[in-house]
């Protein structure tokens, strides 16, 4: 399967971006989708997960309570809602998936398939 991240952008501290991600060449409804991020000199560290079916979702702490997860697997895309952007959330995000898989899945070595990075900047 192949991912496409979009939605990276420049914006102020407290305001609020959504990330898209869209897949082809697979059957999306059967994958879990994650997101990731990372920043210049740190390894790449985990966001957000999400269920094949949608149902469960797993946050990183650092996120939790503002961003938020989901997927429309009509349109083969998962999203990431991020409310209440501080700088510390600039890194560039990357989506990716596994087939089957799980939503407790965090580790980025359990991932398949991975899109390009799409740059998020937040000015304070």
């Known amino acids: 399967v192949q991912l496409q991240a979009s939605g990276g952008g420049l914006v102020q501290s407290g305001g609020s971006l959504r990330l898209s991600c869209a897949a082809s060449?697979?059957?999306?409804?059967?994958?879990?989708m994650a997101w990731f991020r990372q920043t210049p000199g740190k390894e790449r560290e985990f966001v957000a997960s999400?269920?094949?079916?949608?149902?469960?979702?797993k946050y990183a702490d650092s996120v939790k309570g503002r961003f938020t997860i989901s997927r429309d697997n009509a349109k083969n895309t998962v999203y990431l809602q991020m409310n209440s952007l501080i700088p510390e959330d600039t890194a560039d995000y990357y989506c990716?998936?596994?087939?089957?898989?799980?939503?407790?899945?965090?580790?980025?070595?359990?991932?398949?398939?991975w899109g390009q990075g799409t740059l998020v900047t937040v000015s304070s």
């Open positions: 990716a998936g596994v087939q089957s898989g799980s939503s407790r899945y965090a580790e980025t070595h359990l991932y398949d398939y």
């Open positions: 060449g697979g059957t999306f409804r059967t994958y879990t």
């Open positions: 999400i269920s094949w079916g949608g149902a469960t979702t």
